[in-house]
């Protein structure tokens, strides 16, 4: 789970980032080749890694992670709901376990968490995670506190729930390392993202 520094700083910019913002399929002209997998147009399928670099906010510290989504499940409305989110009209959530490897650079305290996006059949949208407020959830659990920060030679697999919109499936999961880092879960902005396919 996150420290409760770090919750404290994430539930608002995760709760702010569920207004959802512009960036999907349609809008990767600022990320690699369409030639080169991990693009919108030729996505990477599930548990593919790829190399990535992040950037830390606020101090724009780099680190090289190897990331790898395992997979994207349809959660339970009722169990989420008692965890307080309070967010859930109109939406199902899903839960997205992903696996991160530490490959160099500065320490990473988690957040990684926050440039994994969940984008869906909309086409329009980046959905963000919403934190689990520090509870025990086995059906998707987070990374514990005593698995950060994440060193070089270290991993760690954590599960994070997202709130789709009833009517939208995902259909991508992507990776922006570089998102502004002004804003970091409010905007994605137009840096590059690697994106994997859902199913």
Request: with cysteine.
């Amino acid at each position: 789970m996150l420290t409760n520094r770090l919750l404290r700083a994430a539930v608002p910019m995760a709760l702010t980032a569920l207004a959802l913002t512009a960036c999907g399929p349609e809008d990767d002209a600022a990320g690699p080749a369409a030639t080169q997998k991990g693009t919108f147009a030729e996505p990477l399928a599930l548990k593919a890694s790829a190399d990535v670099s992040e950037t830390h906010f606020p101090d724009q510290a780099k680190t090289q992670l190897s990331v790898t989504p395992v997979s994207v499940v349809k959660g339970d409305k009722a169990a989420v709901e008692k965890l307080g989110v309070g967010l859930l009209e109109g939406k199902t959530p899903y839960y997205v376990t992903t696996t991160y490897a530490h490959k160099g650079g500065a320490p990473d305290t988690g957040s990684f968490n926050f440039k994994l996006l969940l984008h869906g059949t909309d086409q329009q949208r980046a959905y963000f995670f919403a934190p689990a407020w520090g509870a025990k959830f086995e059906p998707c659990q987070e990374v514990s506190e005593s698995e950060l920060p994440l060193a070089a030679g270290k991993s760690v697999t954590t599960c994070e729930i997202y709130l789709v919109p009833d009517n939208v499936q995902p259909a991508f999961v992507g990776f922006q390392g570089d998102r502004d880092n002004r804003s970091p879960s409010y905007e994605t902005g137009t840096a590059a993202e690697v994106v994997w396919k859902v199913g």
